[in-house]
């Protein structure tokens, strides 16, 4: 059964940084791109980046370009988002996923992922 398990959130002040972890299991993050979610409350899922492997393709929010960068470890099977410069406009809870399409063609559209992971808070805040 394929999984996915976020995890990395926190508490951190505005301009801090945190590295969140998407580990994969029953499958191999090799075959898919991965991408990043986040919802804050009341506000819909947005799409952060994606990150394929397989393809070399990326995609960045404009909101995050130049702030927050993904990377992947094979052997361990696990995705990582990097997150700098972080604003309170960032607090949300941050998803992963799967998705079997290049990341220039998805992008952040919800639709196109699967196997949501069950998220991990990150709470930018003095």
């Known amino acids: 059964q394929a999984q996915l398990v976020e995890s990395g959130g926190g508490l951190v002040q505005p301009g801090g940084s945190l590295r969140l972890s998407c580990a994969g299991s029953?499958?191999?993050?090799?075959?898919?791109?991965i991408g990043w979610f986040r919802q804050a409350p009341g506000k819909e899922r947005e799409g952060v980046s994606c990150?394929?492997?397989?393809?070399?393709?990326?995609y960045y929010a404009d909101s995050v370009k130049g702030r927050f960068t993904a990377s992947r470890d094979n052997a361990k099977n696990t995705m990582y988002l990097q997150m700098n410069s972080l604003k309170p406009e960032d607090t949300a809870v941050y998803y992963c996923?799967?998705?079997?399409?290049?990341?220039?063609?998805?992008?952040?559209?919800?639709?196109?992922?699967?196997?949501w992971g069950q998220g991990t808070q990150v709470t930018v805040s003095s």
């Open positions: 996923a799967r998705t079997p399409f290049p990341c220039t063609v998805v992008g952040g559209q919800r639709k196109a992922y699967e196997y």
């Open positions: 029953g499958f191999s993050l090799d075959e898919f791109a």
């Open positions: 990150f394929s492997n397989r393809d070399g393709t990326t």
